[in-house]
């Protein structure tokens, strides 16, 4: 079936370390989006990617960087210069039409050791 | 970005209709009104989106206002697997070059057996 996989499902970060959050879709879309999500929060957005080797800075991207090689795939590192990375990590996929809606994965888990 | 107001939580009976209110009274003519549900630890799913006119699918039905400055999200009969946060969400068309999906806060529906 047609889908977005994140993983892993629970991530546990030391200080001082950097982690990296895997997403990968075999939907074929060209948009990929990464949201962060508090407690009894909506989603924020972190970074984006329409197309392949390319991608932009959303709303809250201090602290994280990504990656966009291949179509399938969009990783999410969360590098020690985020000082609250404990949260609910989200990727989704979408076709490029801004109107199409966007599909989302299960989620990936962070906290801090 | 055009924000949206939704009631914290609703409760509902099993097998009964349910009407989820959204009001969105600075949306601009171009803004389409979508909405997502989201059950416990996992993510978003979308469930339906509309402009000016009413739309139905397999999953919800989407009642739009006259002045378009509210909407109604109705599930025919609700079942306990409708238990979920509901988020209404306005997405601008054409949109900023993220397509970004701007979430509240949503409302939280309860489905009593």
């Known amino acids: 079936d047609g889908g977005i996989t994140q993983s892993p499902k629970y991530l546990f970060r030391k200080e001082g370390q950097n982690v990296t959050l895997s997403c990968e879709q075999n939907l074929n879309h060209d948009a990929m989006y990464w949201y962060r999500q508090d407690p009894g929060q909506g989603l924020r957005l972190i970074y984006y990617s329409q197309i392949v080797n390319d991608f932009q800075k959303g709303d809250i991207a201090e602290g994280y960087s990504v990656s966009r090689e291949k179509k399938e795939s969009f990783p999410l590192t969360v590098t020690s210069a985020q000082k609250n990375p404990t949260a609910f990590y989200l990727c989704?996929?979408?076709?490029?039409?801004?109107?199409?809606?966007?599909?989302f994965g299960d989620g990936t888990r962070l906290s801090i050791l | 970005d055009a924000k949206t107001t939704q009631p914290n939580s609703m409760e509902s009976n099993e097998e009964e209709p349910v009407h989820l209110p959204c009001n969105h009274s600075t949306i601009s003519g171009t803004d389409y009104i979508h909405w997502y549900r989201q059950l416990p630890s996992q993510g978003p799913e979308y469930v339906i989106h509309g402009l000016t006119s009413n739309v139905n699918n397999r999953m919800a039905s989407l009642a739009i206002a006259e002045d378009r400055k509210s909407s109604t999200l109705i599930l025919h009969r609700a079942t306990l697997r409708d238990a979920a946060v509901y988020y209404c969400i306005l997405r601008a068309q054409p949109m900023d070059s993220s397509y970004k999906l701007i979430f509240g806060s949503g409302t939280r529906l309860l489905v009593r057996p």
């Open positions: 989704a996929s979408s076709d490029r039409d801004g109107n199409q809606p966007q599909h």
